[in-house]
């Protein structure tokens, strides 16, 4: 899923402040300055003084290329954006050219292999751990970030979305490690990966500077991928596992630690307190645990230019940058460090963000990988049957509209098919998010691509039962994502939605009910008329609700779904489940399963 809730604006506008204070000027010098009389027959003295530099990026999510799968066209955003490796691949050869090779290492802080149609493909369509006995291809992004020369990569929970199978295949083809301190076996709660790395960085004449890279990933995949790691691994704390590495790390005779997170900065949790460990806890692991240097923080999809923390025992500052997410950044960390007594001492540290928008792609890259883009290319826009009318989700952040009925329906049509006989008698609904505002389904031919930007997320299908009153504040919680507005006062869509930093993809709708969302009250009371067939729903009434896998687990922190009993449950993927669907009947005709069940209301008047 995409990020943890996080107050954006403020959070970006502290860390720019802070960035401005410390962010670097310019390239550091590629060698010591020596003295201007030295002589050229006496040796060069031994250097006191050194710079490297650290390289970052985070949540790349298989975007190679400056391209749109959804929508079969170069990428385009209103900021001026580009996304993908290839051009932040020049970047770093850029950064690599006028600091030296020696000086520059590459590091990653997760969410690399699912995200795009390119991901998707790899994983399902030719799956890189092989179909009938026979060998899988090489993953794109192992492909490219093994051309980029990476030194590290942290674990995201997005890695262990399509299971551990394809995980640990994907890592056995990256010729570079990947770190999880807190991703433990969990029958031996010894380390599943790797949590460290030590980098040197040659000195002529001097000793190496050791770097320490110690990787951390999130505790919420106990949540989002239970399914895929339940009983396999558990995932502890950030600050907990750092503690316990940092010290080691320096035991080892590292002169520089640095740690590599996939946890964003505000100390917030989604998924509230279903588990006793923070989501986003960088900044408690700089705070809270002595002895780190520098943090690369992934997970939020923000960019954080440079942001310093102080550490509570050491006084220390601690530096951490954030590149924002899909190769949209390259964050720079720029050290200075000095010899004392044989050990290298950090002096100096400042970061900053690079923008890859204003470089071309990196022609090597683009040659390695044109072929396994075609692929994709051709296969999103397979054509997999036709459509009566157009189908947009513009409004669906504030609409009952036809396209997500359209989600709605399969769900409970494919719930309903593997129902037992028992359950079977229960009253069905279905909970989707609207995932993505821009999503449009075209009259005419269908693709998978239509589909597949509609759904963007490789979810799986439940089916768990609720009562009356737990549906009512199941849906009191999703109606927290709108703003108050008064009665008499007029809705205007562009501030309506998002309160709480609640993001559209946390935001569930439901279809086999029908009810009202009074945005005039108060959060808690504006579920209104919730009825089933014409009648009011009761408290001891009990549904089957037909909901994915990271909400039927606990993502988002929605109430009661987590411990629900399960009535239902697929491997098979929503969106594939869609595409079957279209396949199946030949044509999408929302008069099929368009229903307007929802509404939102001011003071029991209707808005729209």
Known sequence: MPVSPMNRREFVKKSAVTGAAVAATGAVAAAPAEAADHKPHKPHKAPKTWSFSILGTTDLHSHVFDWDYYLDKAYSDAKGNSVGVARVATLVKQQRAAKGEEHVLLVDAGDIIQGTSLAYYFARVDPITGTDGKKGPKHPMATAMNHMRYDAAALGNHEFNYGIDVLRKFESQCRFPLLGANALDAKTLRPAFAPYTVKKIRVPGAPDIKVGILGLTNPGIAIWDKDNVSGKMVFPGLVEQAKKYVPRLRALGCDVVFLTDHSGLDGSSSYGDQLPYVENASNLVAEQV????????????????????????????????????????????????????????????????????????????????????????????????????????????????????????????????????????????????????????????????????????????????????????????????????????????????????????????AAGVSYDIDIAQAEGSRIKNLAYNGTAVTDDQVFVVAVNNYRANGGSGYPHIAAADIAYSSTNEIRQLMIDYVVGKGALNPADFAVTNWKLTQAGTAVF
Request: include cysteine.
């Open 290 to 509: 002595p002895g780190i240097d520098a943090i690369l923080v992934g997970h939020t999809h923000v960019e954080v230019p440079s942001y310093l923390v102080k550490n509570e025992k050491t006084g220390e500052d601690v530096l951490l940058s954030e590149p924002y997410c899909w190769g949209y950044r390259l964050s720079v960390f720029d050290f200075e460090v000095e010899l004392e007594h044989g050990r290298w001492k950090v002096t100096s540290k400042t970061a900053q963000t690079l923008n890859p928008n204003t470089v071309d792609e990196d022609p090597e890259i683009r040659k390695l990988l044109e072929a396994d883009h075609e692929l994709v290319v051709k296969y999103v826009n397979t054509t997999v049957g036709t459509c009566t009318e157009d189908l947009s989700a513009a409004d669906s952040c504030w609409k009952d509209v036809p396209i997500m009925d359209f989600i709605h329906e399969v769900q409970m049509q494919t719930v309903k098919a593997g129902l037992s006989t028992a359950d079977a008698a229960l009253p069905l609904i279905s909970v989707a998010a609207p995932f993505s505002r821009t999503a449009d389904i075209p009259a005419g031919n269908v693709t998978i691509k239509d589909i597949a930007g509609l759904y963007i997320y490789d979810n799986t299908l439940y089916g768990k039962k609720l009562t009356g009153a737990q549906l009512k504040d199941y849906l009191e919680y999703a109606a927290k994502y709108y703003y108050q507005v008064a009665a008499g006062t007029k809705v205007d869509t562009a501030t309506l939605t998002n309160a709480n930093s609640f993001w559209d993809y946390m935001y569930d709708t």
